[in-house]
């Protein structure tokens, strides 16, 4: 039996291991992936997954079991993504930017029953699963690793485990993709995007983006963004148009990509925007093939929208969130002028919705508050935390925890978060997991950490900390102690000695007061190891 459902199957019209089975019959020989330069056809990627997704099944792999990847950008990723597609099995692609201690928590939460790694990333998988009581089997991605040989899952190895759901066909509501999200709280989140899920909000996404075959799109997200894939590239690969993916970020690399490869679509942050045009060959780069350019992960800044539109390129800005797949709002490219700030109106099969962040009351017209988001884009739930499951899903809404402002003509604007999160170069940082490791810290008292605007990155995070009675450290050491336990975009910019923190009567660390002190600051500079 194969984890793809046939025609009489209708609870499986949706799942994406249909695409590429589909385009092999009508476009074979087109190229899907060019992968620095190596290429791969439709047939090709239809023969590596449906041959992958069979070898997980013959291993013992079942509906709903987790394959996790650490690995860059790459066509041995999206053979592994479409083979799990196939085979029912759920994609969980985790950040190679982690550290050790933050891997293993994600390993931990998500359990998974194989983990695949890239070479290169060897020495930091061995070091997370070096913390795990029960690490899972690994292999390495591609046709020398698990499309050569499959380990079997690591169930096998822990009999105390419950018996796996059997072998079934693959149905819409069957979890395709598992992507971790920073929370409130600062513990990571792992949000469980179905079939149905990844269908709709590309269904929707090309209701606006006009993809068509003969489109080229580069991907510059990671694969471990929910972006990675369903901001372009999937629907690139349902529509039969080639995809050009990139491993990093270089502002020169990818001006010159986009006029070798004649790249028709992008998708970015704001701060990898601002790097190509700050790029000495931005004037002189060919531009003209790109028709569309979507920026997402945080609001644009209006002057460098009109950079871009001068050059003649319809940038337009987006919003979303992983757990609405992440597709929301879009500007159309008409209004990005004139729109200037605005993310938009929802897409076609989204619905939105305003509402009073202290009664919970939908206001009508005109209207600042919380964005509550409903549709088939909204995620099963967050992994193995029904709590957090019913408070973000209350009242049949998506509570997305951002204030918004939409005007009378239903344009909306994001005016600010109501969550502690701030977000530096498109990557959520939670101020209370930094907290966390600076009060690790023996010399630490108390911590606070805030996001300040950043010309560069967006944001980035400031620490306030207050050393203990009768100890000592300076801002140096405590840098160096948060580079040990966090990735780099978690590094604050900045951390400040302080006698007290601002609090309220009920001791919460008044936030805004702390931001208040820093305006008036001249901004520092972040480190750039491991910035996009």
Same mark, same amino acid.
């Given at each position: ?16 291991? @249909? ?50 990847? /650490? ?9 592994? #993504? ?26 931990? !939460? ?10 290169? /990333? ?101 694969? #471990? ?54 790029? =000495? ?16 992960? &945080? =609001? ?62 939908? !206001? ?14 909204? #995620? ?9 499951? &019913? ?46 490791? /600076? ?7 108390? &911590? ?15 620490? #306030? ?27 604050? &910019? ?6 007290? /923190?601002?609090?309220?009567? !009920? ?23 491991? @910035?996009?």
């Amino acid at each position: 039996m194969t984890g793809t459902s046939g025609p009489g199957h209708a609870d499986g019209l949706h799942t994406l291991g @249909r695409w590429t089975t589909d385009r092999s019959l009508a476009t074979p020989h087109r190229i899907a992936i060019d992968d620095r330069g190596l290429t791969l056809t439709y047939a090709e990627l239809e023969r590596r997954a449906a041959n992958l997704a069979a070898a997980f099944r013959a291993a013992g792999y079942v509906t709903g079991d987790r394959i996790a990847t /650490l690995t860059g950008n790459s066509s041995d990723h999206v053979v592994a #993504f479409f083979a799990c597609a196939k085979a029912g099995l759920v994609l969980v692609p985790l950040s190679w930017r982690l550290s050790p201690r933050e891997l293993s928590a994600q390993l931990g !939460l998500a359990d998974p029953q194989l983990l695949l790694v890239e070479d290169d /990333l060897d020495a930091l998988a061995a070091a997370a699963c070096s913390l795990l009581p029960q690490p899972p089997r690994t292999a390495a991605p591609g046709p020398g690793g698990v499309e050569k040989s499959v380990p079997a899952p690591t169930r096998l190895l822990r009999p105390e485990m419950v018996p796996a759901e059997p072998v079934r066909a693959v149905r819409d509501d069957d979890a395709l993709l598992m992507i971790f999200t920073s929370g409130t709280e600062g513990a990571s989140k792992a949000a469980v995007l179905t079939h149905a899920n990844c269908f709709w909000t590309n269904l929707s996404l090309s209701r606006t983006l006009d993809m068509a075959s003969t489109d080229v799109v580069l991907a510059v997200l990671p694969q #471990f963004h929910v972006g990675g894939w369903n901001i372009q590239p999937l629907l690139a690969w349902w529509a039969g148009a080639t995809v050009v993916l990139e491993r990093g970020f270089e502002p020169g690399r990818v001006l010159q990509l986009i006029a070798e490869r004649r790249v028709t679509m992008l998708m970015g942050v704001p701060t990898q925007y601002r790097m190509l045009a700050e790029h =000495p060959d931005f004037a002189q780069s060919d531009l003209s093939n790109l028709r569309h350019a979507v920026v997402g992960g &945080a =609001p644009m800044p209006a002057p460098l929208l009109r950079i871009w539109h001068r050059r003649g390129v319809a940038l337009s800005q987006g919003y979303g969130l992983t757990e609405a797949s992440p597709n929301v709002l879009c500007l159309a490219n008409e209004d990005a002028e004139r729109m200037v700030g605005y993310s938009g109106k929802a897409y076609p099969h989204v619905a939105v919705a305003v509402a009073d962040p202290v009664t919970g009351e939908v !206001l009508d017209g005109a209207a600042t508050g919380e964005l509550l988001v409903a549709g088939p884009g909204v #995620f099963a739930g967050y992994f193995r935390d029904p709590a957090a499951t &019913a408070a973000v899903l209350a009242g049949g809404w998506l509570h997305t925890g951002d204030l918004v402002e939409r005007d009378a003509d239903g344009y909306i604007r994001v005016v600010d978060r109501l969550k502690d999160i701030y977000i530096s170069g498109g990557e959520n940082v939670a101020p209370a997991e930094v907290e966390a490791v /600076l009060l690790a810290h023996p010399a630490v008292a108390q &911590a606070a950490v805030v996001g300040v605007q950043d010309e560069r990155w967006g944001e980035t995070g400031a620490a #306030f900390v207050v050393v203990r009675a009768g100890m000592a450290t300076d801002e140096q050491e405590l840098l160096e102690h948060c580079a040990a336990q966090l990735s780099a975009v978690k590094v604050p &910019a900045t951390i400040s000695m302080v006698g007290t /923190l601002p609090r309220t009567a !009920l001791n919460k660390v008044l936030r805004a007061r702390l931001r208040q002190e820093l305006a008036g600051r001249a901004p520092a500079a972040h480190a750039e190891g491991g @910035r996009p």
